[in-house]
């Protein structure tokens, strides 16, 4: 996936990028590496990136699946009034167990994954007073 300036990405094992900032992370004594994490845009990616990286560890060990590594990469984009025209993400997962194991586990993890099912819900966002 081709990031814009409001694409992110989260890594964590095999697949754990060099460069960016560590967050702890439950499933991995070395943390998560994120990033860019500069602007709401991508805090608001990124907030989908870590719930999806969460998601399929937690779905991956109910589920017996074992993994080595986990990358998310989340983007979309916003129109001339700031609103948003959609958010997409990819996983790329590094595991030894057969692709069909993995594509239930995608689509487990996508049904699940609850900032993703909040976002498509939508919510009220004001402001107090």
């Known amino acids: 996936m081709n990031l814009s300036p409001f694409g992110v990405r989260a890594t964590v094992g095999t697949l754990r990028a060099v460069e960016g900032v560590v967050l702890h992370h439950a499933w991995t ?8 994490a500069g ?12 719930c999806v990286l969460n998601d399929t560890y937690r779905e991956a060990e ?18 001339d009034e700031w609103r948003s025209t959609g958010i997409a993400y990819s ?9 069909e194991d993995l594509a239930r586990l995608g689509a487990v993890v ?3 994954a609850e900032i993703p099912r909040a ?7 004001a402001r107090r007073v």
């Open 39 to 50: 602007n709401g845009a991508q805090l608001l990616h990124l907030s989908v990136a870590l």
């Open 119 to 125: 976002i498509r819900a939508g919510a009220v966002v």
């Open 62 to 79: 109910r589920l017996g699946i074992e993994m080595a590594g986990v990358a998310v990469e989340v983007d979309g984009g916003f129109d």
């Open 91 to 99: 996983v790329t997962l590094d595991s030894r167990a057969p692709a």
């Open 110 to 112: 996508d049904e699940v």
């Open 29 to 36: 004594d070395a943390g998560v590496v994120v990033g860019p």
